[in-house]
């Protein structure tokens, strides 16, 4: 093969350089022992509602990456029955400067109220923006609509988070309840809230997407 040179080896060289230096200083951070911080920004599904706190997504989900090998920290900013404006009235104080990424896991409980999608798209999209002004990443977890709340309803509020997740460029995991949602053995006598077991299928399932998240934050 004859080998390349000239200006096209120089693009390649300059290319290879510019994905190294912005690599760099995470790698650097991870190597020294400091860890990713992130935050977990929800209602009572990311909360742990009704269970100890070890069991609580951010706590299982930060001892799931750690056990492949990532150092993060996973601050735990769910409030139980919080909607998304709950949580975009909370912001500035739930995800303190200094956070390199959020997880952000709203809209149920606006679902649950039957609250306008309308309102929920301007709140979740209101949050993004926010955290952007900040140079915080964000990653959505969504939420999908009960069926008996109608097709008029489910039509609007389903396709929120994905669009939002286009517009913005964010990892997106589409639905936060996947593999749990309507199985008795995994939620508890509400039928509304995972047990431990259902946490840790949901940690399964999402790990993938906030590796792909993480992989974003080193490229920052």
């Known amino acids: 093969m004859k080998r390349q040179s ?32 992130l935050v977990a920004l929800g209602d009572s599904l990311s909360a742990g509602y009704g269970l100890p706190q070890e069991a609580a997504f951010p706590v299982v989900l930060e001892r799931a990456l750690k056990a492949k090998g990532y150092k993060v920290e996973i601050a735990n900013a769910g409030v139980s029955g919080d909607t998304s404006s709950g949580g975009l009235d909370r912001l500035d104080w739930s995800v303190p400067d200094g956070t390199d990424g959020v ?10 109220r039957g609250l306008d999608p309308a309102l929920t798209r301007k709140n979740l999209e209101t949050i993004v923006e926010q955290l952007k002004s900040r140079n915080i990443p964000v990653m959505l977890a969504g939420m999908y609509a009960t069926r008996n709340l109608g097709p008029d309803y489910i039509a609007k509020f389903d396709p929120i988070h994905r669009d939002i997740a286009k517009t913005h460029d964010l990892v997106l995991y589409p639905f936060f309840l ?8 995994l939620n508890l006598p509400d039928g509304l809230h995972p047990t431990a077991k259902g946490i840790e299928i949901i940690v ?3 790990l993938p997407s906030v590796e792909t998240f993480l992989a974003r934050l080193a490229q920052r």
């Not at 997880?103 to 649950?112: Q, R, V």
């Not at 996947?178 to 053995?185: E, P």
């Open 204 to 206: 399964e399932r999402i």
């Open 103 to 112: 997880i952000l896991e709203l809209g149920a409980n606006d679902m649950l």
């Open 178 to 185: 996947d593999g749990v949602a309507g199985d008795r053995s």
């Open 6 to 37: 000239g200006p096209f080896m120089t693009i390649i060289f300059a290319c290879a350089a510019m994905l190294a230096a912005m690599i760099a200083p995470f790698a650097a951070a991870q190597a020294q022992g400091q860890p990713i911080r």
